[in-house]
């Protein structure tokens, strides 16, 4: 499979997902087969990571999406408030924090001193992150969710630091199928261990029904639909939420 048949898996697994999350007479089934959608998404990301010409537009883009997603959540739950609300969907941010470690890696093991200058400005955004709210009064009412969509936080993000750390390993085990194969594997053993002392059930480890499609990558891109999947993800999330809790109930 190229990576435009892996993101189009990706994206109808997404989109099943969300029917799930905003439906709640929806089969459950569709939010397992979710599951699999932000690991492709991830996987294709380190795949064109170590192809894209230029990484520093390719951050600033997934910044910028971030940003945007931060403002469309934010701005939907301020105008139209309800229950449940629009939900926290921003895989940018974790995308971004992806890059971003790959690149701080490689240049710390080509040059040490500016990788630890870089180091050293990922930590001081995590620093800053905690006092953003002391230094802008305003930043008080802002949920988590909010604040990392400016300042990226590598726990506080969707789907938290584990996926972050997963993506990096997609990335440096890229040409090691069989290391990769059974890095994922005891990622998904975590994952169901993990919710099932925390929450007594577990889902999230149903990511493994990605593992069989990751494996079948051939390599190839296949069609652009770059900006495709950047408009997709905005459009669907908001065609769900108006859909859900006001045009449904009219």
């Not at 990706?10 to 709640?24: P, S």
């Not at 089969?27 to 599951?35: A, D, E, H, T, Y």
């Not at 629009?86 to 971003?100: A, C, D, Q, S």
């Not at 890696?105 to 001193?113: A, F, G, K």
Request: charged content about 10%; some cysteine.
């Amino acid at each position: 499979m190229s990576i435009f048949a892996l993101k189009i898996t990706a994206a109808v697994l997404m989109l099943l997902d969300h029917i799930g999350f905003y439906f709640q007479a929806a089969p459950v089934w569709l939010r397992w087969l979710g599951r699999g959608a932000y690991p492709l998404f991830l996987f294709c990301m380190a795949q064109g990571y170590a192809h894209t010409r230029d990484r520093r537009r390719y951050l600033l883009r997934l910044y910028l999406m971030s940003l945007f997603m931060t403002a469309l959540g934010y701005g939907l739950d301020t105008n139209f408030p309800t229950q449940g609300g629009y939900g926290n969907h921003n895989i940018f941010v974790p995308l971004f924090l992806t890059g971003l470690l790959i690149s701080t890696i490689e240049l710390y093991q080509r040059d040490h001193r500016k990788g630890m200058l870089l180091l050293s400005g990922i930590a001081f955004s995590q620093v800053f992150y905690q006092l953003l709210p002391t230094l802008v009064p305003a930043a008080q009412n802002l949920s988590g969710d909010v604040l990392t969509g400016i300042v990226p936080n590598l726990v506080i993000n969707e789907y938290g630091f584990a996926f972050i750390a997963l993506g990096v390993a997609f990335y440096f085990l890229r040409d090691r199928r069989d290391a990769l194969c059974a890095v994922y594997l005891i990622f998904c053993i975590c994952q169901f261990s993990e919710e099932m002392v925390q929450y007594g059930g577990a889902v999230q480890w149903m990511m493994l029904l990605a593992l069989p499609l990751i494996l079948r990558y051939n390599g190839e891109k296949g069609p652009g639909w770059k900006w495709f999947f950047y408009i997709f993800y905005p459009a669907h999330t908001c065609f769900l939420f108006f859909l859900a809790h006001f045009w449904l109930h009219s």
